[in-house]
């Protein structure tokens, strides 16, 4: 065993590519939104800050969701939308998307929703990750979180979790 604090080592002296810091947020209950713009997913945020500015953050979103119609989900960096596709004609900017169709209220498409983004904030101000979802195409559609089907009390539905983990990676 090594005393790593007797032997001087700190932060500033690891390797590059070790993980300096994990920051997890972990999404127990039940949300959805019928919204055609984009909106928070309740308790889908955790911040980090950073030691340095030259640190990468990974991002890593396990995301249970399902969806009646078509929905986004999208990434944010302090308010900014980061991950998402390229630009064409109308189609939406995301970072995930979904769609489910069937008898509204009664079937949903399940989705599984992974994001893993290394993210460079260049800064040692805390920086909060978080996520957000939209129906853009019709407010009769609806995104909805950690339930497998509506909300329903019945043996054949499942209350799921997700989670967002934050690493700072040295460079």
């Known amino acids: 065993t090594v005393n790593v604090a007797s032997?001087?080592?700190?932060k500033d002296s690891l390797p590059s590519g070790s993980i300096l810091q994990v920051v997890q947020v972990v999404k127990t209950d039940a949300w959805n939104t019928t919204s055609t713009t984009p909106v928070d997913v309740t308790g889908m945020s955790a911040s980090i800050t950073p030691t340095s500015s030259t640190s990468k953050i990974m991002v890593r979103v396990d995301l249970k969701w399902t969806i009646y119609g078509h929905g986004d989900i999208y990434l944010l960096r302090n308010g900014t939308k980061i991950y998402y596709g390229d630009a064409y004609g109308i189609q939406t900017q995301a970072s995930l998307h979904g769609y489910g169709s069937g008898s509204y209220g009664t079937d949903y498409?399940?989705?599984?929703?992974?994001?893993?983004?290394?993210?460079?904030?260049?800064?040692?101000?805390?920086?909060t990750?978080?996520?957000?979802?939209?129906?853009?195409?019709?407010?009769?559609?609806?995104?909805?979180?950690?339930?497998?089907?509506?909300?329903?009390n019945g043996a054949y539905n499942s209350r799921l979790a997700s989670t967002i983990t934050l690493y700072e990676i040295a460079q």
Not at 109 to 127: A, F, H, K, Q, R
Not at 135 to 149: E, I, L
């Open 129 to 152: 990750y978080k996520l957000q979802a939209a129906v853009p195409h019709s407010s009769s559609y609806q995104v909805a979180v950690n339930y497998s089907r509506p909300n329903e």
């Open 109 to 127: 498409g399940l989705c599984y929703g992974g994001i893993e983004y290394l993210d460079n904030p260049g800064t040692t101000s805390s920086v």
């Open 7 to 10: 032997r001087g080592i700190t």
